[in-house]
């Protein structure tokens, strides 16, 4: 019995230092996403090759110059969770045809057929905007579930992380999975978390999460680092600022997002674009 009452305090302390969400929170980060990702009801190729649906969600993942296309089953199983309809056999033969062409392109050495979708009508999987819903709904909660099984895995308490810095977080992980925040090969940001060190947490996620160099994410990143530096003390406001403006591998994130703004004004809200120029002409 005593052991029973103390894996349950344990676990009521596990649930406490838990990432959770408001209303308010999961509202402005749907919204966030929408705004980056944009809404696609039919699956295609995206900028690195993986299929990928909806707001973002991917069907698959890349390491190095190859995409590996979930199985059927792993595919329904997720649509299955989100409740939204299934992937037929014939879909799916479809959408292995369209990840053998991208692997060809990326073996040769060519960037992936961005934005390659199926023809056939008949073939295609198309979703309604409930089911666009309804499948983000499920992948910002799979997110914040992955947080946190991560950090407790890594000893990471996330009570008291700052609410400034959550929606940075999570793009991360929605974006990145493990590759951008709380894995073994990203020490220096999860250490950030773990202390709840604001000024290195907004250095890493501004100037080494986009590892792809996708500009998107160039600018995703400084948005939601604008965030976290409004939180600051004014001495590590200046801190950040001097290492925006002085660390090689920042001022070449800096030069990708002025030339973003140049080449595509028009690629995000005037509140992101405010947020963005702000940071980066400072």
């Not at 590759?179 to 080494?208: C, G, H, R, V, W």
């Amino acid at each position: 019995m005593r052991i029973l009452i103390i894996l349950s305090l344990l676990l009521s302390f596990s649930c406490s230092a838990s990432l959770v969400l408001t209303k308010e929170q999961t509202s402005q980060i749907r919204q966030d996403l929408i705004e980056f990702e944009g809404v696609k009801r039919e699956i295609y190729i995206g900028k690195l090759g993986v299929p990928t649906l909806g707001v973002g969600q991917t069907l698959g993942h890349r390491e190095n110059n190859k995409v590996t296309l979930w199985s059927l089953k792993e595919i329904n199983s997720f649509f299955k969770s989100a409740g939204i309809r299934q992937m037929s056999s014939v879909t799916y033969k479809e959408l292995k045809r369209l990840v053998a062409i991208t692997n060809a392109n990326l073996k040769k050495g060519k960037d992936a057929p961005h934005g390659l979708t199926i023809k056939s009508s008949k073939r295609k999987y198309r979703l309604s905007n409930r089911e666009v819903n309804k499948l983000l709904d499920k992948s910002i909660q799979d997110t914040v579930n992955d947080i946190n099984y991560d950090a407790e895995r890594l000893g990471i308490d996330l009570e008291g992380l700052p609410v400034a810095a959550i929606p940075g977080l999570i793009d991360l992980r929605y974006r990145g999975k493990r590759k951008l925040a709380l894995s073994k090969k990203t020490p220096k940001i999860n250490a950030a978390i773990k202390q709840k060190d604001m000024l290195s947490f907004t250095k890493e996620m501004y100037a080494y999460s986009n590892s792809n160099e996708v500009w998107q994410n160039d600018a995703r990143n400084a948005y939601y680092s604008s965030h976290v530096l409004a939180i600051l003390s004014k001495e590590d406001q200046e801190a950040f600022l001097k290492f925006k403006n002085s660390s090689k591998k920042a001022r070449t994130v800096n030069k990708r997002i002025i030339n973003l703004l140049k080449q595509h004004p028009g690629s995000v809200t005037q509140e992101v674009y405010a947020s963005i120029h702000k940071l980066v002409t400072s």
